[in-house]
C-alpha cells in the first residue's frame, strides 16, 4: 500500500531542500549506520578490542562522558547516598561505575550485533562515543523482522544486566558486603533500568522507534512510508527533549538541562538523517557507478615531484584526489592532504610514488557496482571522489558531488505544484 500524495510530496520537497542546503555547506557525511541508540558520525576514534569477531572502538568524544560520569558519581552521588566514606574510595566507585557503564553500553550493542549476524546481516563493528554507543552497518535490515528482533535485542539486554546487578545489590546488602560494592551495583542496576526503558521510547533512532518502523513496515508492506512516520516520531520527540531541556536551564537544573538539550538536538537530527538515508538508498540503489563518473579524468605520473604536483594540478584543477598512472595501469591515488606529512622544503625532491596510497578497496570501485555502495564507500573513507576502475584501467572517477547534484535534480523534477 503506498503513501498519499500529498505526503510523498510533502517528503520529497523536504529531502530536496536538505541535499540543497548541504551541497552549499560543503558537507560530507561520516562512517557507518547503525542499530538502536545513536547516529554514525565520529570523530577519531581507536580500537580497543574484538569481541566475538566485531572490532570495538571509543570515540575521543566517549572520554568526556566518561570524566562527567566519574565526577558526578564520586562528588555528588555516591556522597549524598553514602556518608562517611573518604574521598579516594567515592572516586574509585565512580571510576567503577564509569567502567561498568562502558560494559553496559558494549553489552547492549553487542546483543544487537548478534542478532543481527544470527539474521545474516554484516555489522562493521560497535563505537562507543558520548553519548553512548552503536552497532554499525552499512544497510538497512533485509525484512520487518529482522529489523524488531535486532532493534529489541537492546533492551532486553540492559533489562536483564539490571536485573543481574539488582541480584547482586541485594546479595549484597544482606550479607553485608562492603559499601562501595553495594553502591556501584545498585546505581548501575537503576542505570542499565533507565536505559531499557528510555530505548523503548518509540521514538525513531532509539530502539523503540526501530521496534515502531518494523511493525509499520510489516503492516503496510512499505519501508518507507514506516520509515518516514517513525523519523517524524523521533524528530518531534527530539524536539520535546530540548524544550525540557530549556525548561530546567531557566529553572536552574543547568547540568541536567544541557544534557537533555544536546540528547534532544542530538536524537532530532539523527531521525531526519535516517530517513533522508532511506531516500538516498531509493534512488541510487540499482544505478551502475557508470552512470555518474567523468570520463576525461586528470591523473598524474608517479616519477612527478610534489611540487610539481602543487603548481601543474592542484592549483590549475582544485582537485584534493589524483589518480596515479604508470604505463596505462593505475597504481594509487594521491590526496592532496597527504602533502602536509612533507615539509616544504623536501617537495622538489619527493616524488608521488613516495607518498601516494595504492589502490585498494576504499578508493576503488568498479564500474558496474551499484551507486549506492558508491556513496557509502565515500562516507565510510570520507573521502568525496573515487577512481572507477576496470581492472588495472582507469576509466572515470565518480565524485560524491556528482551524485548529490543527480539526487538534488531528482527530487526537483519529481516534485509536481
Keep these: ?26 558537507v560530507t557525511y561520516g562512517s557507518g549506520h547503525f542499530i538502536g541508540d545513536q547516529t554514525t558520525m565520529f570523530g577519531k576514534s581507536i580500537t580497543l578490542f574484538y569481541l566475538f569477531g566485531f572490532r570495538v572502538k571509543i570515540d575521543l568524544s566517549w572520554l568526556i562522558l566518561g570524566m562527567l560520569v566519574s565526577w558526578t558519581l564520586a562528588a555528588g552521588v555516591f556522597p549524598a547516598l553514602y556518608h562517611g566514606l573518604t574521598p579516594m574510595v567515592y572516586w574509585s566507585m565512580g571510576v567503577a561505575g564509569v567502567a561498568l557503564l562502558l560494559f553496559s553500553i558494549v553489552f547492549h550493542e ?12 554484516p555489522i562493521k ?27 529489541a535485542a537492546g533492551p532486553a539486554s540492559s533489562a536483564l544486566l539490571a536485573a543481574g546487578l539488582y541480584a547482586v545489590h ?59 512516520i517513525a523519523s517524524r516520531i523521533g524528530a518531534a520527540f527530539g524536539m520535546a527533549l530540548i524544550v525540557l531541556g530549556v525548561f530546567a536551564f531557566i529553572t ?13 538536538l542530538f536524537l532530532r537530527a539523527a531521525a531526519r538523517m535516517s530517513y533522508q538515508r532511506v531516500m538516498i538508498g531509493r534512488e541510487l540503489q540499482g544505478e551502475p557507478v557508470s552512470r555518474f563518473m567523468n570520463t576525461h579524468v586528470v591523473s598524474v605520473g608517479p616519477a612527478i615531484t610534489l611540487r610539481a604536483l ?101 527530487f526537483d523534477l519529481e516534485h509536481k505544484p
Excluded at 563493528?125 to 532493534?151: N, R
Excluded at 533507565?194 to 522507534?209: K, Q, R, Y
Aim: charged content about 20%; glycine content about 10%.
Design 1 to 26: 500500500m503506498q503513501d498519499s500524495t500529498h505526503g510523498t510530496m510533502l517528503h520529497k520537497r523536504e529531502v530536496a531542500g536538505f541535499f540543497r542546503r548541504n551541497e552549499l555547506a560543503g
Design 310 to 410: 602543487v603548481d601543474d594540478y592542484l592549483f590549475k584543477y582544485h582537485f584534493k584526489m589524483y589518480p596515479v598512472v604508470d604505463g596505462g595501469k593505475v597504481i594509487g591515488c594521491v590526496f592532496s592532504d597527504q602533502l602536509k606529512t612533507v615539509p616544504h622544503d623536501e617537495w622538489d625532491h619527493v616524488q608521488v610514488r613516495e607518498v601516494m596510497q595504492p589502490c585498494c578497496a576504499e578508493n576503488t570501485i568498479p564500474p558496474g557496482r551499484d551507486a549506492m555502495q558508491a556513496w557509502q564507500l565515500m562516507r565510510g573513507s570520507g573521502r568525496s571522489r573515487l577512481m572507477v576502475v576496470d581492472g588495472e584501467r582507469l576509466v572515470g572517477i565518480v565524485t560524491l558531488r556528482d551524485l548529490m547534484e543527480y539526487l538534488t535534480l531528482k
Design 170 to 228: 541485594n546479595i549484597a546488602v544482606h550479607g553485608h558486603w562492603p559499601v562501595p560494592v553495594i553502591g556501584v551495583a545498585g546505581y548501575l542496576g537503576n542505570l542499565n533500568l533507565i536505559l531499557a526503558l528510555f530505548n523503548l521510547v518509540p521514538a525513531f533512532p532509539l530502539d523503540g522507534g526501530r521496534i515502531l518502523r518494523a511493525v509499520l513496515w510489516g503492516w503496510k508492506r512499505n519501508f518507507e512510508w514506516a520509515t518516514r
Design 252 to 264: 536552574g537544573n543547568v547540568i541536567a538541562g544541557l544534557w537533555w538539550a544536546l540528547i534532544g
Design 125 to 151: 563493528g560497535i563505537t562507543l562515543f558520548i553519548f553512548g554507543g552503536v552497532a554499525e552497518m552499512d544497510q538497512e535490515p533485509p525484512t520487518a523482522k529482522s529489523e524488531f528482533w535486532m532493534a
Design 110 to 121: 553487542l546483543c544487537h550485533s548478534l542478532v543481527a549476524r544470527y539474521y545474516g546481516f
